[in-house]
């Protein structure tokens, strides 16, 4: 949309709306898909061996297990306890 138009959407000379790639390469900026190419470029290569680059990640996903682990154990431990054979 253009302020210059009073919020209607860029037309090209036909009367037809124009593409958005068009409209934000006029107006001097990269479209978002180059712009998170760029980003991601700039990251450094994942090290050989590191399943988890972001630490709350790891923490979640181990978090998740131990909590499965023990929901189990107590299950068990419930189970043997009223003795249901």
Same mark, same amino acid.
């Given at each position: 949309?253009?302020?210059?138009?009073?919020? =209607? @959407? +860029? $037309?090209?000379?036909?009367?037809?709306?124009?593409?958005? %790639?068009? =409209?934000?390469?006029?107006?001097? $900026?990269?479209?978002?898909?180059?712009?998170?190419?760029?980003?991601?470029? %700039? $990251?450094?290569? #994942?090290?050989?061996? $590191?399943?988890?680059? +972001?630490? @709350?990640?790891?923490?979640?996903?181990?978090?998740?297990?131990?909590?499965? =682990?023990?929901? +189990? #154990? =107590?299950?068990?431990?419930?189970?043997?306890?009223?003795?249901?054979?």
């Amino acid at each position: 949309m253009s302020a210059d138009t009073g919020g =209607v @959407p +860029h $037309r090209d000379e036909a009367g037809r709306p124009s593409a958005p %790639e068009a =409209v934000v390469a006029r107006r001097g $900026r990269k479209t978002l898909e180059e712009r998170i190419a760029d980003r991601q470029a %700039e $990251r450094p290569a #994942l090290k050989e061996g $590191r399943q988890f680059e +972001h630490g @709350p990640a790891k923490f979640v996903f181990v978090f998740l297990i131990v909590t499965v =682990v023990l929901i +189990h #154990l =107590v299950g068990l431990a419930i189970v043997m306890a009223l003795d249901l054979n």
